[in-house]
């Protein structure tokens, strides 16, 4: 199934910039921005059975997890989640979900050279 949303902590419209070099959501409304709908995972999958969730979406993983705290103490699903964004904090993230579901293991793969900071981190109960 495919939901053409954005993904977040909150269920509405939010400005996205598709003429930057990410296509990402922007943090205010900016001249090249246009609104389009932000949903919770939480509010799109709340009767679906999750058992991995993967996402690299332009430095926006934090407040998708947050979205997305229902579904992931439900479910416990695999989890593999980008982090060499310059908004993200693999530190932050790592508390996100372990503050979730506290039995989750995780690895940290790799380290993006411009940043440096880990590439990726995967998550399993």
Same mark, same amino acid.
């Given at each position: ?5 954005a ?11 598709? !003429? ?6 922007? +943090?205010?409304?900016q001249? %090249?921005?246009? /609104?389009?709908? =932000?949903?919770? @995972?939480?509010?799109l ?29 439900? !479910? ?6 980008? +982090?060499?964004?310059?908004? %993200?904090d693999? /530190?932050?993230? =790592?508390?996100? @979900? ?28």
């Amino acid at each position: 199934t495919i939901h053409n949303v954005a993904v977040g902590n909150e269920d509405g419209l939010i400005p996205f910039d598709e !003429n930057s070099l990410d296509g990402k959501v922007a +943090t205010k409304n900016q001249e %090249n921005t246009y /609104k389009i709908p =932000i949903n919770k @995972i939480d509010t799109l999958l709340s009767d679906k059975k999750v058992t991995y969730l993967k996402a690299d979406i332009e430095g926006f993983e934090s407040e998708m997890l947050k979205g997305a705290e229902q579904t992931i103490k439900r !479910n416990k699903p695999k989890i593999a989640i980008t +982090t060499y964004h310059t908004q %993200n904090d693999p /530190k932050e993230i =790592i508390e996100i @979900i372990k503050g979730f579901v506290p039995e989750y293991n995780y690895y940290v793969k790799g380290i993006y050279e411009k940043t440096p900071k880990p590439v990726m981190i995967h998550f399993w109960v």
